[in-house]
């Protein structure tokens, strides 16, 4: 049976299983940068690149995807993983193809082990439905989602060029870097005018984390501040839809090229959905066992031609 939301294509997917799966964690900036209008323009590009999408949503409601959708959530991932409710309970199906998990109440060190019959039932259902999936995870919860952001295939800091913002979303850079070491992290620009002063600002938090944290950042792009996005959410319709033209749509489009980058699944598809959801496999319990080895430095070459998400 088809469950709601559910094209063929994704029909497909779940009864055949998916062997690859792309993953990203949003994670950091201060209220109102405008991450989660990203996730969400972002995840309705994935789906325009046919993957079935879900955004495992952290954000608390009133700053939520689903808040966005005009959704009203019946629960949560949660609940899922206690076995209080079944994972087609817990999903929202929003415009553009993207479904949504609410996750505000849970975090991956949550107490829950993949042994629990529970847990892996909606491991093996989310591994067999989605080969995409991103998480909107606010910056003062990044103690509880490090582990997700350790298994992602990418970290995506956010901040506007305000000196407030920066430092919410590199105090969050700072205990990714102390319990996970290197990483994929791309940091993004939000809401400006001028794309050479967001990559200036960049810059400088790039050569503070190289030298300070020995992690490497690269750059994401600048995301305009574009006056489509707020009337897009008083429709309640994904940006892409609403107004494809605009230039926020267009950053979103191009950070799922970035992102669009399949990690193979291996034997056990449900393996990276647990480390995702439930922090496993464990990390030591001293930090610096956590660290993964030292990126070089980006060449000349290299930074010259970084992507980023508006041309200018």
């Known amino acids: ?106 975090g991956p060190a949550a107490g829950r082990s993949a042994a629990d019959v529970p847990v892996a039932r ?23 989602w490090w582990p997700a952001a350790a298994g992602a295939g990418s970290v995506l800091l956010g901040s506007s060029t305000a000196q407030r913002s920066i430092t919410a979303a590199y105090a969050a850079l700072k205990l990714l870097a102390l319990q996970v070491g290197q990483q994929r992290y791309l940091w993004w620009m939000a809401r400006t005018a001028e794309p050479d002063a967001a990559e200036a600002a960049w810059q400088k938090v790039a050569q503070t984390a190289r030298r300070f944290l020995q992690v490497r950042i690269d750059y994401g792009g600048a995301v305009p501040a574009d006056p489509m996005v707020p009337r897009a959410q008083r429709l309640r319709r994904p940006l892409a839809e609403a107004f494809p033209g605009s230039r926020a749509a267009a950053a979103g489009a191009a950070l799922a090229g970035l992102l669009d980058r399949p990690v193979a699944l291996g034997t056990d598809p449900s393996a990276a959905w ?31 031609a970084r992507t980023e998400l508006v041309s200018r």
């Open 1 to 106: 049976m088809i469950g709601p939301g559910e094209d063929q294509a994704s029909s497909l997917r779940r009864l055949l299983g998916g062997s690859t799966l792309r993953s990203a964690v949003f994670l950091g900036g201060d209220a109102g940068v405008g991450q989660t209008a990203l996730v969400a323009a972002t995840a309705t590009a994935m789906a325009r690149l046919g993957h079935a999408v879900v955004v495992v949503d952290a954000q608390p409601h009133l700053r939520s995807g689903a808040g966005w959708f005009d959704l009203f959530p019946r629960g949560d991932l949660a609940d899922v993983l206690y076995g209080e409710r079944r994972l087609d309970d817990v999903l929202l199906h929003a415009a553009g193809g993207v479904s949504w998990l609410p996750a505000a109440r849970l």
């Open 122 to 144: 909606a491991l093996s259902e989310l591994a067999a439905r989605f080969d995409c999936v991103l998480l909107d995870v606010p910056a003062d919860r990044a103690d509880r």
């Open 274 to 304: 647990r480390a995702l959801l439930v922090g496993e496999p464990a990390f030591g319990a001293d930090p610096a066992q956590n660290k993964r080895p030292q990126a070089p430095d980006p060449s000349p070459s290299s930074v010259s």
